[in-house]
């Protein structure tokens, strides 16, 4: 009898992918919102966010496990719209590990005192080993890290939430409706937050079914959100709402929030904590994220699962990101910004229509669908429609954003 993978594991991976991003976004990005209107921001996002990866399962139900988001999409939608989403899929992955890449030389280079980009290249020669080698060292690097975050985490979040000062948390009434638009531009950092969406195909293929990969995507958006509200918490309640404006200046960097972080910790212990929690949420990230864009490119080049096929794969998902890297670093709220505007395209529009197009042509076929019925595919619909708006609009100066 084959041993069957456990959710937890896979629940582990999903959450990995998410958090790197959103723990380190969303302060930044949500500063002008501060902590009511954010925690609904993201509240809503994780659960239409779930919902569409569940309707990316239904999709691929009737396909054979190895197939990824380029097969059923070029089957359900047509070739145009499949080298749309393909174009969209790519640049959002890219982006990502572009973001991780910059941020993990950043960081390392405090840690270590080594140039910054020796660091990113070493970062990726190193952990991008573990997507070459497989799905399963993955798994449990991701379980690894995951714990190893948990106790950086409770180390350096309850160091951090011991000193909350409430009346940093929340304002006024009238300050808190004004505080409202704020929320409209952060939406495609929480959107990113929860981008899991290049790995479904990958969860389906490793458990064999698709109810075993639904309870995973709900564990992992589950485990994030918890973590996301814990975070902003401690850290809007102990950085000040005016502090951010140095923070933001800088892109939203990484390196930028933990240094404004240290100046008001007075534990040493703590802030090492919350630098050593960042590196291993930008790790976990980088090795899910490459992941799924690693069996998203070889699906899509028809590479196969030989070594010299999982090397061209390697070459195609990693190299560009980090060529980027070393010519041109920039913001990382910046680039998770552009991230989520074009992950609206993969991880709402397209598997609500999947959804739609793959019940229209076998109705009342058993197996697994995706709640809400047709309210619920227009719901993620629109919701993908206007969070990219907002993102155009923000670029465009036409909503309000927060500078300090």
């Known amino acids: 009898m084959t041993h069957q993978p456990s959710v937890i594991g896979g629940a ?80 959002v992955g890219g982006v990502l590990l572009y973001a991780y890449i910059t941020s993990s030389g950043l960081i390392l280079k405090g840690l270590l005192g080594i140039d910054s980009q020796l660091a990113s290249v070493l970062f990726v020669l190193v952990f991008s080993l573990f997507v070459w080698h497989s799905t399963r060292a993955v798994d449990r690097i991701s379980v690894v890290l995951i714990v190893f975050m948990v106790l950086s985490f409770c180390f350096g979040v309850s160091g951090l939430a011991f000193h909350i000062d409430a009346s940093l948390l929340f304002n006024s009434l009238a300050d808190e409706v004004k505080q409202a638009p704020y929320a409209l531009a952060m939406l ?7 981008g899991y969406h290049h790995s479904v195909a990958s969860m389906r293929a490793y458990y064999g079914e698709e109810r075993k990969a639904k309870y995973a995507i709900l564990g992992g958006t589950v485990i994030a959100l918890v973590l996301y ?136 076929e058993p197996g697994f669908r995706a709640p809400g019925g047709q309210p619920m595919v227009v719901a993620v619909i629109l919701f993908g429609v206007l969070t990219a708006i907002f993102h155009l609009l923000a670029m465009a100066g036409m909503l309000p954003t927060y500078t300090g």
């Open 12 to 91: 582990c991976i999903i959450a990995s992918v998410c958090v790197g991003a959103g723990m380190l976004g969303l302060p930044s990005a949500g500063a002008g919102a501060w902590t009511t209107w954010s925690s609904l921001a993201i509240i809503l996002t994780m659960i239409i966010m779930t919902v569409s990866g569940w309707m990316l399962l239904e999709a691929f139900k009737r396909y054979e496990l190895t197939v990824s988001f380029n097969t059923v999409t070029k089957d359900l939608l047509g070739s145009r719209i499949n080298i749309f989403n393909n174009m969209t899929v790519y640049f």
């Open 188 to 194: 495609p950092v929480a959107l990113t937050s929860f």
């Open 229 to 364: 509200l814990l975070w902003l918490l401690s850290i809007f309640g102990n950085l000040p709402r005016s502090e951010f404006g140095p923070v933001i200046a800088q892109g939203g960097d990484v390196d930028v929030l933990l240094k404004a972080l240290a100046s008001v910790i007075e534990s040493k212990q703590v802030a090492n904590a919350i630098s050593l929690f960042s590196m291993a949420a930008i790790l976990s990230s980088f090795i899910g994220v490459g992941l799924g864009v690693f069996d998203y490119l070889a699906d899509l080049f028809k590479f196969d699962n030989s070594r010299r096929g999982r090397t061209q794969s390697w070459v195609v998902t990693f190299l560009p990101p980090l060529i980027m890297s070393l010519l041109f670093p920039f913001g990382f709220v910046v680039a998770i910004g552009y991230a989520g505007a074009a992950a609206t395209v993969w991880a709402c529009i397209i598997p609500a229509l999947l959804a739609k197009k793959s019940r229209e042509i076998a109705q009342d």
